[in-house]
């Protein structure tokens, strides 16, 4: 029996000042463009911009 493709997805979070990742999930119908969001990285030890990666 086939697999249902699902509306989530799992997505990476890459940070723009550093190569901190965060691996999370979206749902394609309601965000089907691409991921910006401004979350704290540990690296750098302050917020910064994430951009999904593929």
């Not at 965060?22 to 463009?33: A, G, L």
């Amino acid at each position: 029996m086939a697999k249902k493709k699902g509306a989530r997805v799992l997505i990476k979070l890459r940070s723009t000042e550093s190569g901190y990742v965060y691996i999370t999930e979206k749902n394609r119908r309601n965000d089907s463009s691409r991921l910006e969001v401004r979350k704290y990285d540990p690296v750098l030890r302050r917020h910064v911009i994430f951009k999904e990666t593929k």
